[in-house]
């Protein structure tokens, strides 16, 4: 079974944006978990990355161990799944290289004309700390030019959703106070966060053109995991939903 998936018409090589259908996970998972980490049954998430990579025609695909960082790896043939980094460059054809979340963002970047592509995992704290700008400068160390470079924020949490403190606000306005405009507060609630926004400000800051795909993952739990969505539930575990690009 070929699972479902998204496509950006401003990415011209192999990519897909998946969601949490088409898979063989049950529970919690169900059921195209990615997430390797997650306490699923391994053998069901490895199924689930096969169908991922069959889907896209790739001979081989890579993850990375995210932590929320600034670390940029260039992708080989060589696996990189242990490596503690959020972003992923490279220049190897039919090799596709991933992005996870359960709400964080899943930038797929493309440069065709340098043969480059680049994928990143930017929740909020790798967004400040500047993986969106590591991954692109990487790429650019390849041959890639900003103004050739087309970049796709995939599905992930929503302004109108991602409902965050006060301290949260203070260290994005400690680090520069024209940030505000990514907050608002909604009458009788805390601030809110737009975190796609906020991802696409930061590959502006480069010098590319960007996009948000949409898809709010918090308010469609059909079609994608979310770890907000689970911990407010009281539901224990998450999934992922991947995103992956590669060269032909």
Known sequence: M???FLTSDALTVPHGFFGRKGGVSTGTYESLNAGLRSDDERENVEENRKRIREALNADYMVSLHQVHSDRVVIATDEPVGDMEADGL???VPRLAITAM???CGMVLLSDPKAGVVGAC???????LGGIVEATVAT????GASPADISATLGPCIGPEKYEVGEEFRSEFLAMDEEYARFFHTPTDAKPHFDLPAFILSRLNVMGVRGNWIG???YAQPETYF???RNTHQ???GYGRNLSAIMLA
């Open 2 to 4: 070929t699972p479902p």
């Open 89 to 91: 460059v490279t220049t």
């Open 101 to 103: 979340g359960a709400d």
């Open 121 to 127: 995992h930017a929740g909020w704290r790798g967004a």
């Open 139 to 142: 790429m650019c160390e390849l």
């Open 215 to 217: 898809g709010c993952t």
């Open 226 to 228: 979310s770890y907000r």
């Open 234 to 236: 009281g539901i224990e």
